[in-house]
Nanobody, 114 residues
Framework: QVQLVESGGGLVQAGGSLRLSCAASGNIDSIQTMGWYRQAPGKQRELVAA???????NYADSVKGRFTISRDNAKSTVDLQMNSLKPEDTAVYYCHAFVAVNYWGQGTQVTVSS
């Protein structure tokens, strides 16, 4: 079992920045990939960014060059630095971990005003 707790969402104007953090607990030594997904109203949940235990990253095309994912294996945390935010980035952001099955955080709201 893995538990994920997110923090750092909020309201920001377009062009601004936010940093999301996720802390994992439980069977953390088995976690291979961690990442962030988001779900906007009326849309499917989509991958934003992911990072492996070794540090390899994967980003959605829509956030490349604006978002940066980082991971601290010693602290079992994964952060998402979001810069140059756009109104279309508005969504609930979910922390994700894969350990044979998918684990999800409770979600944190990010709202970008125009």
């Amino acid at each position: 079992q893995v538990q994920l707790v997110e923090s750092g969402g909020g309201l920001v104007q377009a062009g601004g920045s936010l940093r999301l953090s996720c802390a994992a607990s439980g069977n953390i030594d088995s976690i291979q990939t961690m990442g962030w997904y988001r779900q906007a109203p009326g849309k499917q949940r989509e991958l934003v960014a992911a990072i492996t235990r070794g540090g390899s990253t994967n980003y959605a095309d829509s956030v490349k060059g604006r978002f940066t994912i980082s991971r601290d294996n010693a602290k079992s945390t994964v952060d998402l630095q979001m810069n140059s935010l756009k109104p279309e980035d508005t969504a609930v952001y979910y922390c994700h971990a894969f350990v044979a099955v998918n684990y999800w955080g409770q979600g944190t709201q990010v709202t970008v005003s125009s």
